[in-house]
């Protein structure tokens, strides 16, 4: 039950979010949603790989961008030392990624709390499918979780492959981090909701 009540809920999302596209808003009638969902979906990832990738490659990891090139100006000049300090220390370049996913996670989970404190599918839940409040709760918060978790795996994934590919790492070490980061920002994800729901409960 909580994993159809979940495809219902996420089906009426990717509806309304398609609905912003003119392209979308043409079809009239579509047999199967996944259908479009899958196909946007891997248009959209390979996109971001792809852009990813040449951003990484002209901009960060280019080697032939030296501080000895840069333009007069200490705007140009502070950017191509952070370019270059990047560019020199990996360590440093992922623990950027990670800052900026992980700040994502807390904001991810900030908002599956609203979401499940201003949701009217609580109501709707207790109702037709007889759950007590708790369950409901958790439905919903489940819902919106899993919701954002597509910006992880779309946004996100593609970035880390598209960085890990150009630092030479191996498939098996870009695998463990894209397991770790996404296990840390589905608990960071759950820690900020639960902290942010007991403070409006106060």
């Not at 800052?99 to 807390?106: D, P, Q, R, T």
């Not at 593609?158 to 191996?170: E, V």
Request: proline share 1%.
């Amino acid at each position: 039950m909580l994993i159809n009540w979940i495809k219902w809920k996420l089906k009426i999302r990717w509806k309304s979010q398609m609905n912003n596209f003119i392209f979308f808003k043409k079809i009239k009638q579509v047999e199967n949603i996944w259908v479009w969902v899958v196909l946007w979906s891997l248009i959209s990832f390979s996109t971001l790989l792809g852009g990813s990738y040449l951003l990484f490659k002209t901009t960060i990891l280019n080697e032939k961008l030296t501080v000895s090139d840069q333009p007069s100006g200490i705007l140009s000049t502070l950017a191509l030392q952070i370019l270059y300090s990047l560019r020199e220390n990996h360590y440093l370049l992922w623990s950027l990624l990670f800052f900026i996913i992980f700040i994502n996670a807390i904001i991810s989970g900030i908002a599956s709390s609203k979401w499940q404190l201003q949701a009217v599918d609580r109501d709707w839940l207790m109702i037709n499918l007889k759950t007590s409040e708790q369950k409901s709760n958790i439905y919903i918060y489940l819902e919106s979780l899993t919701w954002n978790s597509k910006v992880f795996l779309m946004a996100y994934v593609p970035i880390i492959l598209s960085l890990g590919y150009l630092l030479n790492l191996t498939p098996i070490k870009i695998i463990l981090i894209l397991f770790i980061t996404f296990l840390l920002f589905i608990v960071l994800g759950i820690i900020s909701s639960i902290f942010h729901t007991s403070i409006a409960l106060i």
